[in-house]
């Protein structure tokens, strides 16, 4: 299907970006990896009146180790940080999620600033964030600023974002000694999009959780932390029945929507299933790391 007419334009740095932002606000979209863009403008769900390519501009790209965490440009495209030694050395779980984002062409192509702006909750990125609280760095015509991530999704396809304002680099922290991850989804096929993912990210001190983490994708129109069941990790020894009682209470207050994939109630019971299995295996990969 061809796209619906819009103007185009290729800024090649970030301030040129901006300006084009400012002048048309919510008439414009930005251009990434185009993954996610290119076939809502195919289907007729978005019809911008300008298209901004931010392709052309070299800034946007690149992965850097900072005092306490990893920094990555917007533009990255999602098979670098796959590949990237810095990100699979102190993020993890970033790590473990990357590969599972739709197949070698998408990743090719998609961006981790795309994913993360597009703001899928059925995406594998925006509960990574959630999980580990990391930050959005925007620049607008007033200057820079900084956004968490549980301020950052704020609906199904929507962020905190204005619309004079480009998200230019997502920060994640250094995982800590004795990190163990796992990122669950269950999905009808490869490459699809999960059904019910989470992102686990445990700390084991001297065999005692001393940081739980657990972020749901695909049960609401946000990636959803599971604080109920993060607070009952803390303080224990990792053991089958804690897990049960965590899985327990992680799906207790999440109403998944229904649709051609799953009733809410199955998503419920898979969501449930891979809590156990995610903890079980943050655990062990947790006491592999010490």
């Known amino acids: 299907m061809k796209l619906p007419p819009f103007e185009y334009e290729a800024p090649t740095t970030v301030e040129e970006a901006i300006d084009l932002l400012a002048e048309h606000l919510d008439e414009a979209s930005v251009l990434a990896g185009g993954q996610s863009l290119i076939p809502l403008l195919a289907l007729r769900l978005a019809r911008p009146e300008v298209l901004i390519d931010i392709n052309g501009i070299a800034e946007l790209s690149g992965v850097s180790a900072t005092d306490g965490g990893v920094a990555i440009g917007a533009m ?158 803390a303080g224990e020894r990792p053991s089958a029945e804690l897990f049960d009682e965590a899985a327990r209470l992680a799906t207790g207050d999440i109403d998944p929507p229904a649709d051609l994939h799953g009733s809410s109630d199955y998503r419920k019971t898979v969501a449930a299933t891979i809590v156990r299995r995610g903890l079980r295996a943050a655990a062990g990969n947790a006491l592999e790391r010490q």
Do not use: C, N
């Open 76 to 233: 990255t495209r999602e098979y670098v940080a796959e590949e990237s030694k810095v990100i699979a050395d102190t993020v993890p779980l970033l790590a473990a999620a990357l590969p599972l984002i739709g197949h070698e062409a998408i990743r090719s192509r998609g961006t981790i600033g795309g994913s993360l702006a597009h703001a899928d909750a059925a995406a594998e990125l925006p509960a990574v964030a959630r999980a580990l609280d990391a930050e959005f760095v925007v620049r607008g015509p007033s200057g820079m600023r900084v956004i968490l991530a549980a301020q950052w999704f704020e609906g199904y396809l929507t962020t905190s974002r204005r619309p004079d304002e480009l998200l230019v680099e997502v920060r994640f922290p250094t995982a800590r000694p004795g990190t163990g991850v796992s990122f669950q989804e269950v999905a009808r096929r490869h490459g699809d999009f999960a059904i019910v993912g989470l992102a686990v990210s445990l700390v084991l001190s001297g065999g005692v959780i001393s940081d739980a983490r657990l972020a749901f994708a695909g049960v609401s129109d946000v990636p959803v932390r599971a604080a109920a069941a993060e607070d009952l990790l």
